[in-house]
């Protein structure tokens, strides 16, 4: 049974590499098959999907989706835009403000809503546009492990690690990732300033953007809110975060069909949820339960600390750097829901901190995808958005800006979570 499990799951993998469109049907079909083998129980289908998660997926993207359509994050980069001297700065404060918002919101998401703001400060210069856009998607990336709700692998680690919005700040008694990735996020502005050292354009705004409706800022405040409130109960029900983030989300909706006299609003919402990411996961979630199972798992977590023999730091490296080359030609969203439970296994075979582990992970995962315009969702879109413009980039356009930016940030990261929880 161990054997036809690989299999499947190595196939599983290899067909989701090469149809990236069909990756949800992939990891559903093979989860069916795996029930079917009996290699997963049918009475443990349901314990085996994380419904806290894609309760959490699910009411964050329907309050972007309206937090996008308010313009409020379209103000906020006209006040950044009136503090930028030249074109440099403004393309540093474009990349920080879209790691900021997405700290709390979906890599692509922000991606899609400050790319525009770039992309016609661009062509006011009559300058390419393609540095900034990099600069923009490459920083929605890296910030979105810094909190809880601020990327999908971010929400799939709290669930492994039963960890609440507090821990990314506070975990254990230490800093937690958050300061890990600011550190890196810092420690990338000397990159960008050297790599736009001659643009030095003036540049100037006059554009006010005005906000009419202020209720999906406040639900997207209001939701971060709650998030951090619950951290403070022990022993709450497990789908706790899933229901604040579903309760805001329906808050939100009810609110626009009342303002609106209608539900256009709400339908628009519904289609703008990533329904395959959720579908992904659900199907993952499947698959990684029957491997666990049989035993793989824990097999492989033995080979793991076999080969490690018995250095955490080696160990902790390779997780690190490992997850870089692989999140920059593989999305992380599976790689990172197949690792969690093996570094969990491993950590108890080699007695070490798996914070220490998963945080590497996600370090490595969530940053490696900077390496190439493939590796991470909101790379691609924001590669998309420029072909559309009529701008082509090619891989070595784009690791021009994302190797310096990945190693530097990954690095810095790197050193934070060994000192810190070594």
Known sequence: MKTIAIILFILMYILMITLPKRRAIVALSTAVVFVILGILPINKV????????????????????????????????????????????????MSLFSGIISAFIDNVATLLMVAPVGLAICKKLKISPVPMIICIAVSSNLQGAATLVGDTTSIMLAGAAHMDFNDFFWMNGHPGIFFAVELGALATV????????????????????????????????????????????QNKPEITNG????????????????????????????????????????????????????????????????????NVFLL????????????????NIPYVATMLPVLYSLSKVMNADPIL??????????????????????????????????????????????????????????????????
């Open 46 to 93: 349901f314990g085996a999907i994380d419904w806290n998660i894609l309760m959490m997926i699910f009411g964050t993207m329907v309050i972007v989706d309206y937090f996008i359509e308010s313009k409020m994050p379209n103000l906020i980069a006209d006040k950044l835009l009136k503090l930028a001297p030249n074109v440099m700065w403004v393309t540093i404060f």
């Open 190 to 233: 000397p990159i960008m300033m050297y790599l736009f050292r001659k643009d030095k354009e003036p540049v100037h705004s006059n554009e006010n953007t005005v906000v009419t409706d202020y209720v999906p800022t406040i639900t997207m405040l209001g939701h971060v809110v709650f998030l951090v409130i619950a951290s403070f109960f």
């Open 243 to 310: 229901v604040i983030c579903m309760v805001c989300g329906i808050i939100n909706i009810i609110w626009e069909i009342q303002i609106s006299k209608g539900t256009d609003s709400m339908w628009h919402s519904l289609k703008a949820i990533d329904y395959d990411t959720m579908l992904l996961l659900a199907g993952l979630f499947c698959v990684i339960a029957g491997v666990a199972n049989v035993g793989i798992i824990d097999d492989l977590a033995n080979m793991i600390a076999t080969a490690g023999k018995g």
């Open 316 to 331: 902790y490296t390779v997780i690190v750097f490992g997850s870089v080359a692989v999140s920059a030609f593989i999305d």
């Open 357 to 422: 582990l998963y945080f590497g992970l996600l370090i490595g995962a969530t940053l490696g995808g900077n390496l190439t315009p493939i590796g991470a969702s909101a790379n691609i879109a924001g590669v998309g958005m420029l072909r559309k413009d009529g701008y082509e980039v090619s891989f070595g356009d784009f690791m021009r800006i994302g190797v310096p930016f990945t190693l530097t940030a990954v690095f810095v990261g790197y050193l934070f979570i060994w000192f810190v929880y070594a």
